[in-house]
């Protein structure tokens, strides 16, 4: 029965209603100002409180003259045992009979070591560990029911959420959903309740205060250290959250192996400084002082002395040298082992859980509310021979068509602003080359001799692109949500991953677009002097960009950097600050009256909604990031390291999120990561094709390892000259000669020829400018390479992927011990059952077990004596 109470008799920090023993376990909230256009809103609420009551909920209204702002009432609803074992029974939720008897084999060698990492047992543990199955409502003494108010988590409340197909006495069309109220504007929040403040235990004894331990071990950075509480986590939160943050764990803890590996690569560049025979040859005047480069662009760009590239040389073997093919090649088999670790560490978590026999249709396969209401067709289900509404065939391909063209105007529209950054970079490069002919910077201290105009060109352009790929962020997040709205999917789950696929579709094209760019296409497509090739074609004067001798990896390590890490700390900002803000802001008029009780439901009110697709864009995040640190690794091998610290940072920031600033989610079950899973094996797959691609084509490995063993000669002296050729100077076109006023003032009519990168037959050759056959065996050595480490690295990870079973052994014993022991118990329950009932009624045995109904009459009697 509906009761309407003063707020004045009520403890501000209580979960219960008015009588102190029913808990509130889910509250709705509206604002009702009696004006004219609410009426039909107030019919509503009517009817579906009035739902609610007929499906066994007890309902508790708080009157609006009590609430802070005097304009909101609260719902509070309780679910009786009644209705939560009747949804029990439904669902077929897992609960206890029988405390778990196989030993858990803890022993870690030197497990000591892991002890400032650990966490008290009964937060990484909360509740004891149990044989569990599938509830029924008829055999309520056959499980381990202690409390009746506790025998049921708080996470299985997810029930509640079934709470709005409950039907209208109306026609099934004008069935109300609690979403499909929330978006009709008759209720302005709906959510479980947070046992206490975060800051600090509930004074009441009877509540746990798992908020305030979750944020205690948790969510605070201090605590960054730890491992996480996940058995708490899913219990306070469901099994969904759950494992999103067991997934990223996992992640962040796979991270520190290749953070490690990638480190020692980029000390190996390091330290092998010395050795780098080639950037020596460049910085040296006799070689470098005394080779005349042709200009890097028409008109606006002079002749330019190869000494001038030394910094960038130097730079360049940090990350281009033998331990980048080793890196790439080690990726590829971490992102293996990362994935079969992850699955065997899934099936751990599905046990654990009680997830082995979950199916999804309990929840994600139920027809959305909008399906339903969008379908006005009708026909007959063969399995349930009811009528259901259903989307004509001839609508859904015109659905698809239409989402299948917007989907692809809008990858056109990114590559557009890409292509727009690529011609930024061709025309701002001659400007800079200008700017710096006489090179001003110089004067600057430090970093004055790094600055040149690829540099200056590539940092400027990278930023314009990190701008622009944040602006269409926006833009095509509502894109993708309102085509899969237009394509009205049957199911939740349905949904769910068509969203997916649109959106990383979408943020790998805007994400990773540049980054192909660079790495696959500057530098590959410029012709030679006298026969350039320019974008749009020779009129727009915008010429293909070229690599400087030290090649473009180092080109890409600065657009790699730039997006990856830009990204990172843009969203770190915006996920912590953003909630933090629109909270401060939404409780002003509680801390402006500190005298008045402000209720956990209010509390709870003004926190921050955490939306249905939150976790989809948590999972996006990480799934980005992991195709930056494996689809461009060989390019940069601190990569890992900056998401390794990244993702220390995020697990806190969301769990913070999750404890301070949100509402309680309402809790609902997962047993994987879903879509995600397909897509990081999708990735990974790419990355070894792309890193194998960026050392042959990107790198200048293979040239050197051409020279090097090529000849015979074992050894690096003269390579620069040989990776070079020859252009007669009057061979120049007007149009790509350069203006006198740009050339240096070393240069003189005594400069003949000038060099550019490329092998190609010199002037005056029979075959001259072609192609040489230089070029021809360094092509090839290039794509054996590729052919070579694909198959080498596909068949490890084939290997690996064999070698380690999905599911550990310990795993399937358990199962197989918890199935044997459900049938055993069934079995003894129901012939103690039936020996009861023999002994009421001596003369005939007229009962059958409920779990051998085929069993004939002889044979009850035999089981019975």
């Known amino acids: 029965m509906e009761v309407k109470v003063g707020k004045t008799q009520h403890s501000k920090d209580s979960v219960f209603f008015r009588d102190g023993k029913r808990r509130i376990d889910f509250v709705l909230a509206y604002t009702d100002d009696n004006k004219t256009a609410d009426n039909r809103k107030q019919e509503r609420r009517k009817e579906y409180e009035a739902n609610l009551q007929k499906a066994g909920l007890d309902l508790e209204t708080e009157d609006k003259s009590e609430s802070d702002d005097g304009k909101t009432y609260y719902v509070k609803i309780h679910a009786s045992w009644e209705v939560l074992a009747t949804y029990a029974d439904v669902l077929k939720i897992k609960v206890p009979f029988k405390a778990n008897d196989i030993p858990i084999n803890r022993d870690i060698p030197m497990d000591w070591l892991f002890t400032p990492f650990r966490l008290p047992d009964h937060i990484m543990h909360p509740e004891p560990d149990y044989f569990t199955s599938a509830f029924d409502k008829g055999k309520i003494d056959f499980f381990l029911i202690d409390d009746k108010e506790t025998f049921f988590p708080p996470s299985v409340y997810y029930i509640l959420a079934r709470c709005p197909y409950v039907k209208s006495e109306r026609e099934d069309k004008d069935k109300k959903g609690i979403k499909r109220l929330l978006n009709n504007g008759t209720y302005g929040a709906a959510f479980p309740l947070h046992d206490c403040r975060y800051w600090k235990p509930s004074k009441d004894l009877n509540t746990e205060s798992e908020r305030f331990h979750l944020y205690r071990h948790w969510a605070r950075f201090l605590s960054f250290f730890k491992e996480q509480p996940l058995n708490l986590i899913r219990k306070y939160y469901g099994e969904k959250i759950g494992i999103y943050f067991a997934w990223l764990g996992f992640y962040t803890e796979m991270l520190f192996f290749a953070a490690i590996v990638g480190v020692i690569c980029f000390l190996y560049g390091l330290f092998t400084f010395n050795d780098n025979v080639w950037s020596k040859e460049i910085c040296q005047e006799k070689i470098g002082g005394r080779i005349v480069m042709c200009p890097l662009c028409d008109k606006k760009c002079g002749y330019w002395m190869l000494n001038s590239t030394c910094n960038s040389s130097w730079q360049s073997h940090m990350f281009d040298n033998v331990g980048t093919v080793f890196f790439a090649i080690f990726m590829g088999i971490w992102v293996t082992l990362f994935l079969e670790f992850w699955k065997r560490r899934q099936a751990r978590l599905e046990y654990e859980w009680d997830l082995v026999d979950f199916e999804e249709e309990q929840q994600q396969l139920q027809r959305r509310p909008e399906y339903e209401s969008k379908c006005t067709g009708r026909r007959l289900n063969r399995v349930t021979q009811e009528m259901e509404p259903y989307l004509p065939l001839t609508s859904k391909c015109a659905r698809t068509f239409l989402s299948g063209a917007t989907v692809l105007f809008w990858i056109c529209l990114i590559i557009a602003c890409i292509i727009g950054v690529i011609a930024y970079r061709l025309a701002v490069y001659a400007a800079f080359a200008s700017i710096m002919k006489d090179s001003p910077t110089n004067k600057i201290e430090v970093v004055g001799s790094l600055i040149t105009p690829q540099l200056a060109t590539s940092v400027t352009a990278s930023c314009i692109n990190f701008v622009i790929i944040m602006i269409l962020n926006l833009m095509y997040e509502r ?25 990383f579709l979408f943020q790998f094209v805007n994400y990773y677009s540049s980054c192909f760019y660079v790495a696959f296409f500057k530098g590959k497509f410029v012709g030679y002097p006298g026969d350039y090739i320019y974008m749009f074609g020779q009129r727009t004067r915008l010429r293909n960009e070229e690599c400087d001798p030290g090649g473009c990896l180092i080109e890409l390590t600065t657009q790699l950097v730039i997006v990856m890490v830009g990204k990172q700390v843009w969203g770190n900002i915006q996920e912590a600050l953003v909630p933090w803000l629109m909270n401060w802001w939404g409780s002003r008029k509680a801390r402006s009256h500190p005298e008045s009780l402000y209720s956990r439901w209010e509390q709870d009110h003004d926190l921050q909604n955490f939306g249905h697709l939150g976790l989809f864009y948590e999972y996006l995040e990480m799934v980005i990031q992991f195709g930056f640190i494996t689809l461009f690794v060989a390019s940069f091998p601190l990569a890992p390291l900056l998401a390794l610290m990244n ?17 309680r989610p309402v809790a609902a079950k997962a047993h994987s990561i879903g879509a995600w899973q397909e897509i990081l094996n999708g990735v990974a797959v790419l990355s070894v094709v792309t890193n194998a691609f960026i050392v042959s084509f990107t790198s200048d490995m293979i040239p050197r390892l051409v020279y090097m063993y090529g000849d015979g000669n074992y050894a690096m002296e003269g390579y620069i000259e040989n990776s070079l050729s020859v252009f007669n100077i009057s061979n120049f076109p007007e149009q790509n000669r350069p203006d006198p006023e740009e050339n240096p003032s070393w240069f003189n009519s005594s400069i003949l020829t000038c060099s550019y990168r490329d092998y190609r037959n010199p002037p005056g050759h029979e075959k001259e400018y072609e192609h040489s056959m230089k070029f021809w065996h360094i092509l090839a050595a290039k794509l054996a390479f590729i052919i070579i480490m694909e198959h080498v690295v596909f068949l490890v990870k084939f290997f690996v992927a064999w070698m380690i079973p999905d599911v550990p052994s310990e795993v399937k014993a358990r199962i197989k011990r918890e199935r044997y022991l459900i049938q055993e118990y069934l079995h003894t329950y129901e012939v103690e059952k039936l020996k009861i009932q023999l002994t009421n009624r001596q003369d005939e045995c007229l009962c059958t077990p ?10 009850v009697l035999s089981e019975c004596l």
């Open 479 to 503: 894109v993708a949500i309102w085509i899969t709205d237009m394509e009205i999917p049957k199911t939740h789950l349905e949904y769910e991953n068509k969203l997916t696929v649109k959106m």
């Open 647 to 663: 993702n220390i940072i995020e697990v806190r920031v969301d769990a913070w999120k999750f404890t301070t600033q949100f509402r």
């Open 850 to 859: 409920m779990i051998y109904p085929e069993i004939s009459r002889h044979e």
